[in-house]
């Protein structure tokens, strides 16, 4: 039997949220996991560091209290995170979801060196990080999925020299063409056209939301610096930046980006055009990985952790783990086992729906991936549609 013929990415999700809905465990807290620790913490919930008890493997559990979680929104995320899994720059998403009487809940891989908080990298992680990140935009562009919260905390980290990062939260992605209100989004990060958005007025996502916060994210991992509050006048950076990008004949670029050599001014130009029609895709970057980032000026404080620009910083963080003799990283000696408030959370098994977006474009080929979807998961999905 052929999976059937799925007209369009929406109608696809949808059917992929009845399923996972339909499977859902509904368990109480069982012996099967031990809670070790919280790895981090956001506005929809905590993501703790958790341990199979009979099979001692470490996996990241996400845990949405139901009291602030829609149903739909759980499942949401939880479907797009195991479609993006196909792919490496994608934190993969483990075939563990269910719910328990307060919380939905769904586990991860771990990412043992946390997120890219740890920030003002030198050059060459800088392009290590955006050569993965941009191939991870444009897998999901091509599915037409538009994240909305690019950020340095949604960047996850496998060894401290950025050799492996990959993209997390998926919680306010949505597909393309979706009506968005003012405000969604992280401050800092937000294009100007949202910004400028009025309370009443809604924007049609477009992946050009995505590649502003990239070249954001590039700017911060530059310099540790954000390059504005906010991308709107009378934000004194940004007007200057708005001004340095109007310009006909550019002049001489505003202080923070004189940090950056030619080569890297025109790729961010590219990246934070203001018109969103004639931003460059983010892939765009790999044009400029061969090419001289850091301005020659400043090319000796390379390495010694980064330059330091002027505006917020973004928070630091040290890193987890020191690099091995071998040149691999030596991973972080797991915490001693302790139970937090009593029984430990229970993780139910449930099939792994998986996730075929209709009109996806190739992949590109300089990056290892997992198969699109495994000889089991197809059988899985074969096997929940006929149900259906
Ligand atoms: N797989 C993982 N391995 C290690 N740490 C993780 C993992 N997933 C998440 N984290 C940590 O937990 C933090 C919060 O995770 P996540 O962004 O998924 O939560 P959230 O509630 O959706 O946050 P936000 O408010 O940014 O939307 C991350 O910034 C990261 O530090």
Same mark, same amino acid.
Request: glycine share 8%.
């Given at each position: 039997?052929?999976?059937?013929?799925?007209? &369009?990415?929406?109608?696809?999700?949808?059917?992929?949220?009845?399923?996972?809905?339909?499977?859902?465990?509904?368990?109480?807290?069982?012996?099967?996991?031990?809670?070790?620790?919280?790895?981090?913490?956001?506005?929809y919930g905590n993501?703790?560091?958790?341990?199979?008890?009979?099979?001692?493997?470490?996996? /990241?559990?996400?845990l949405m209290p139901k009291e602030r979680t @829609?149903?739909?929104?759980f499942?949401?995320?939880?479907?797009?995170?195991?479609?993006?899994? /196909?792919?490496?720059?994608?934190?993969? $998403?483990?075939?563990?979801?269910?719910?328990s #009487?307060t919380h939905f809940a769904?586990? =991860?891989?771990?990412?043992?060196?946390?997120?890219?908080?740890?920030?003002?990298?030198? @050059?060459?992680?800088?392009?290590?990080?955006?050569?993965?990140?941009?191939?991870?935009?444009?897998?999901?562009?091509?599915?037409?999925?538009?994240?909305? &919260?690019?950020?340095? &905390?949604?960047?996850?980290?496998? &060894?401290?020299?950025?050799?492996?990062?990959?993209?997390?939260?998926?919680?306010?992605?949505? *597909?393309?063409? $979706?009506?968005?209100?003012?405000?969604?989004?992280?401050?800092?990060?937000?294009?100007?056209?949202?910004?400028?958005?009025?309370?009443?007025?809604?924007?049609?996502?477009?992946?050009?939301?995505?590649?502003?916060?990239?070249?954001? *994210?590039?700017?911060?991992?530059?310099?540790?610096?954000?390059? !504005? %509050?906010?991308?709107?006048?009378? %934000?004194?950076?940004?007007? /200057?930046?708005?001004?340095?990008?109007?310009?006909?004949?550019?002049?001489?670029?505003?202080?923070?980006?004189?940090?950056?050599?030619?080569?890297?001014?025109?790729?961010?130009?590219?990246?934070? $055009?203001?018109?969103?029609?004639?931003?460059?895709?983010?892939?765009?970057?790999?044009?400029?990985?061969?090419?001289?980032?850091?301005?020659?000026?400043?090319?000796?404080? %390379?390495?010694?952790?980064?330059? +330091?620009?002027?505006?917020?910083?973004?928070?630091?963080? %040290?890193?987890?783990?020191?690099?091995?003799?071998?040149?691999?990283?030596?991973?972080?000696?797991?915490?001693?086992?302790?139970?937090?408030?009593?029984?430990? #959370?229970?993780?139910?098994?449930?099939?792994? #729906?998986?996730?075929?977006?209709?009109?996806?474009?190739?992949?590109?080929?300089?990056?290892? +991936?997992?198969?699109?979807?495994?000889?089991? *998961?197809?059988? !899985?999905?074969?096997? =929940?549609?006929?149900?259906?």
């Open positions: 039997m052929e999976l059937p013929e799925v007209e &369009d990415n929406a109608e696809f999700l949808e059917r992929l949220m009845e399923v996972t809905s339909r499977s859902l465990p509904q368990l109480e807290l069982q012996e099967q996991y031990t809670i070790i620790k919280e790895l981090g913490s956001g506005t993501v703790l560091l958790a341990e199979h008890r009979e099979r001692g493997t470490a996996l /990241a559990l996400k @829609e149903r739909r929104a499942l949401r995320e939880y479907c797009i995170a195991l479609c993006l899994s /196909a792919h490496a720059g994608f934190l993969r $998403t483990l075939p563990i979801v269910f719910e #009487p769904f586990a =991860q891989e771990l990412a043992p060196a946390g997120d890219l908080c740890a920030i003002g990298l030198p @050059e060459a992680q800088v392009k290590r990080c955006a050569a993965q990140l941009a191939e991870a935009l444009d897998f999901m562009h091509g599915k037409a999925l538009v994240h909305r &919260d690019i950020k340095l &905390d949604n960047v996850l980290l496998f &060894d401290c020299e950025c050799r492996r990062v990959k993209l997390g939260d998926f919680g306010l992605t949505r *597909l393309e063409g $979706t009506p968005v209100c003012a405000m969604s989004g992280t401050l800092p990060y937000a294009p100007p056209e949202l910004c400028l958005l009025e309370a009443s007025e809604t924007l049609e996502l477009d992946a050009s939301l995505d590649v502003w916060a990239f070249g954001v *994210l590039l700017f911060c991992l530059g310099t540790g610096c954000f390059p !504005w %509050d906010v991308a709107v006048s009378p %934000d004194p950076q940004f007007e /200057a930046f708005g001004a340095w990008q109007n310009s006909t004949v550019p002049g001489e670029a505003p202080a923070p980006w004189r940090a950056f050599g030619p080569a890297a001014q025109e790729m961010f130009r590219r990246l934070l $055009t203001l018109d969103p029609n004639r931003r460059s895709p983010a892939i765009e970057v790999h044009k400029y990985l061969p090419l001289v980032w850091l301005a020659s000026s400043l090319r000796e404080l %390379d390495g010694a952790g980064g330059l +330091r620009g002027q505006g917020k910083r973004p928070k630091h963080r %040290d890193c987890p783990y020191k690099i091995g003799t071998s040149g691999h990283p030596t991973p972080p000696p797991l915490p001693v086992l302790e139970r937090r408030g009593g029984a430990a #959370p229970n993780i139910g098994e449930a099939g792994p #729906p998986a996730l075929n977006i209709a009109g996806a474009r190739a992949p590109q080929e300089n990056i290892t +991936r997992r198969p699109w979807l495994s000889g089991h *998961l197809v059988h !899985w999905v074969r096997l =929940q549609l006929m149900l259906c």
